[in-house]
T-cell receptor, first 115, second 110 residues
Framework: NAGVTQTPKFRILKIGQSMTLQCTQD?????MYWYRQDPGMGLKLIYY???????DKGEVPNGYNVSRSTTEDFPLRLELAAPSQTSVYFC??????????????FGPGTRLTVL | AQSVTQLGSHVSVSEGALVLLRCNYS??????LFWYVQYPNQGLQLLLK??????LVKGINGFEAEFKKSETSFHLTKPSAHMSDAAEYFC????????FGAGTRLTVKP
């Protein structure tokens, strides 16, 4: 199993540009998450999904959109990039929904810089 | 909502010394608690988790943590640090959702 994979690993965007961060998991997990990690701030939940076709906002959803058309894929879209979105983005998946005992499995991350 | 406080953003120990990383939580419902480790340029990996079965939890790489309800703590320890333990460590509380602490960067000196 590859686990959770993310592409790209690095990206530099100009202000106002758009991009999609890709995330795929091969563990047949229903639950998937997008986090951003900023220095000294830990991880903040952006969006999550409980299954294909069902998504919901997390703590910091502004400026982002998601979709979940399949169990495996959970892309994150930035429509109008802003410097405040410079961060490291992690995708994760789990068997059970966060709030229980299930472990979340993380991808390697995408380092995004917006200039 | 629940929250996690990790005391000390940076901890430095000598190789062979005791590692102690502190985590305190707050939660209005009985929580589950996790420690994750992040090596440079990688995602987070589970070290151990408390699921109410036992208050002393043993994890990978010789780490363990003790859940103390009276102190609302879940500190991570390892008796003898190894150079390969250098990483960032995150405590997380899982109740209605999962919340992560700000992280503690562990440096191990030779």
């Amino acid at each position: 199993n590859a686990g959770v994979t993310q592409t790209p690993k690095f990206r530099i965007l100009k202000i106002g540009q758009s991009m999609t961060l890709q995330c795929t998991q091969d563990m047949n997990h229903n639950y998937m998450y997008w986090y951003r990690q900023d220095p000294g701030m830990g991880l903040k939940l952006i969006y999550y999904s409980v299954g294909a076709g069902i998504t919901d906002k997390g703590e910091v959803p502004n400026g982002y959109n998601v979709s979940r058309s399949t169990t495996e894929d959970f892309p994150l879209r930035l429509e109008l990039a802003a410097p405040s979105q410079t961060s490291v983005y992690f995708c994760a998946s789990s068997f059970g929904l966060a709030g229980g005992t299930d472990t979340q499995y993380f991808g390697p991350g995408t380092r995004l810089t917006v200039l | 909502a629940q929250s996690v406080t990790q005391l000390g953003s940076h901890v430095s120990v000598s190789e062979g010394a005791l590692v102690l990383l502190r985590c305190n939580y707050s939660s209005s419902v009985p929580p589950y608690l996790f420690w994750y480790v992040q090596y440079p340029n990688q995602g987070l990996q589970l070290l151990l988790k408390y699921t109410s079965a036992a208050t002393l939890v043993k994890g990978i790489n010789g780490f363990e943590a003790e859940f103390k309800k009276s102190e609302t703590s879940f500190h991570l320890t390892k008796p003898s640090a190894h150079m390969s333990d250098a990483a960032e460590y995150f405590c997380a509380v899982s109740a209605n959702d999962m919340r992560f602490g700000a992280g503690t960067r562990l440096t191990v000196k030779p």
